[in-house]
């Protein structure tokens, strides 16, 4: 699952998870994300951190204190250096933009996820 308002950061996010042979759900934070992830139970989520509002702090911190939503991993990705913070928030992964593929699927791994064969 693909959170994200900017357009250019979920096409990207798309084409990755593509490349893996996988589907991606992209959604925004205006969409009930709480709700699709309880239903979807994705093997992941992705999903950016915007330097405007706190939005995606708070969205994250309702997906770790969701009983059913916790064990979901989730990847930060962010212009801004907030790698401790996002982990302290409870975020699997985080990578700061512009994202390479071979970062995309190293975080993908260290989560625990089966990425293809890197480029």
Same mark, same amino acid.
């Given at each position: 699952?693909? $959170?994200?308002?900017? +357009?250019?950061?979920?096409?990207?996010?798309?084409?990755?998870?593509?490349?893996?042979?996988?589907? +991606?759900?992209?959604?925004?934070?205006?969409?009930?994300?709480?709700?699709?992830?309880?239903? @979807?139970?994705?093997?992941?989520? $992705?999903?950016?951190?915007?330097?405007?509002?706190?939005?995606?702090?708070?969205?994250?911190? @309702?997906?770790?204190?969701?009983?059913?939503?916790?064990? $979901?991993?989730?990847?930060?990705?962010?212009?801004?250096?907030?790698?401790?913070?996002?982990? @302290?928030?409870?975020?699997?992964?985080?990578?700061?933009?512009? $994202?390479?593929?071979?970062?995309?699927?190293?975080?993908?791994?260290?989560?625990?996820?089966?990425?293809? @064969?890197?480029?």
């Amino acid at each position: 699952m693909v $959170i994200g308002n900017d +357009a250019h950061f979920c096409y990207l996010m798309q084409s990755y998870i593509r490349e893996n042979s996988r589907q +991606a759900l992209i959604t925004s934070f205006m969409d009930d994300v709480l709700t699709l992830a309880r239903r @979807e139970q994705p093997a992941a989520i $992705i999903m950016e951190i915007d330097h405007s509002d706190n939005v995606g702090w708070h969205l994250l911190r @309702e997906l770790k204190s969701d009983m059913t939503t916790s064990c $979901i991993p989730v990847v930060l990705c962010s212009w801004l250096d907030e790698q401790k913070r996002g982990s @302290e928030e409870g975020a699997a992964a985080y990578l700061r933009m512009p $994202i390479l593929y071979k970062d995309f699927i190293t975080a993908l791994t260290d989560v625990g996820l089966n990425p293809c @064969e890197q480029k």
